[in-house]
């Protein structure tokens, strides 16, 4: 099936190649829908002790000493990569611990899409962020790092992350040239407000 290929060395390799051949100017967008989990890690920036992860499909295969969870860490090597190249870089996280047409209406099902701890714990060499006030970067994310990302069941086979089915409705009735901010609150006002998800706050950094 085509989520077979979604490894981790496919991903990464992806994400690298994209760093290779973008240029100076490029608008590059990361999205990402799937699961989301922690790891334990060495790291002393980390006060919680844990790292985030997105989830391949081959997580399942990871042991120990054969860690399969991408972590925050490796990620942030990638979005470094690019900002060095001089792009644009928009990065959408809809996955748990990660940062519509809702209508007011709570779907017929709600579940999280959050993982246990992966096992093992990394000793991985500390990565600089990007500055937070970088004006060529901008993450979107689905909730708080401390917190669950829910998908919802519409029925007739149609199942998104709440988060994105809310990110598409307030960009489909945003004007042309309205600030990220202000669409960032409404699409914040319809997962807390609308969709009844529960504790899911989405973040903007």
Known sequence: TEDDVATRERILSELNKLVKVSEAGDVVVIYYFGHGSRIKTKSKTEVDSLDETIVPCDAWKGTDKDIRDIRDKELLKIYNGLLAKGVHLIVIFD????????????????????????????????????????????????????????????????VSGAYTSALVQGLSYAPVNEPISDIFESVRSIVIDRMNVGNQEPEIL
């Open 95 to 158: 996955s748990c611990h990660s940062g519509g047409t809702a209508r007011g209406l709570r779907p017929k099902k709600m579940v999280s899409r959050e993982l246990e701890i992966a096992p093992g714990i990394v000793d991985d060499p500390e990565v600089n962020p990007p500055p937070v006030d970088n004006p060529n970067i901008l993450f979107l994310m689905a909730c708080r790092s401390t917190q669950s990302a829910t998908e919802s069941d519409w029925g007739n086979n149609t």
